[in-house]
């Protein structure tokens, strides 16, 4: 699964997103501000719709997220003043994944940058995988937490101008 995840670049990402655009303009699909939500490696995808197509993409959620914040001088994290809109990111306290520096280095990037405004829940007690119903890490409460806060950031970002 790791290799999987880091074969899975901004590149190929973008081509994707790029394509289910595309396909959207033919559909009886809205062309104002989308929003995305993603869960682990979904969370990384989430961001960088975010950031490659911000014109569109309004409201980022990302669950769990992984490889949010690296070395690479493309890393989601760095590129995070070309966010629009809001970004919520749901954390477990006991996600490998979700250490305290991560969520100190998440919350710098979005500092002062005015684009985009951040929040991100750390869960007491959570693991890696909480918010995904099927897994014998749910997290109920955390869960319904988080989607508490999507739904309310669509409705924010999404709504249709009237």
Known sequence: MRAHAHALTRATTRTDVAAILD?????????GAAGSAGFCLGGRKAFIAGQEFPERFRATASLHGTLLVTDAPDSPHRLADRMRGEVYCGYGERDRFAALD?????????AGQGGASYRCRLHAGADHGYSLPDRDVYDRSAAEADWDE?????????ARAS
């Open 102 to 110: 991560l969520l100190a280095a998440m919350a710098r990037a979005f």
């Open 150 to 158: 999507i739904f309310a950031m669509f409705g924010r970002q999404l």
């Open 23 to 31: 396909f959207c303009r033919g559909e009886p699909v809205d062309a």
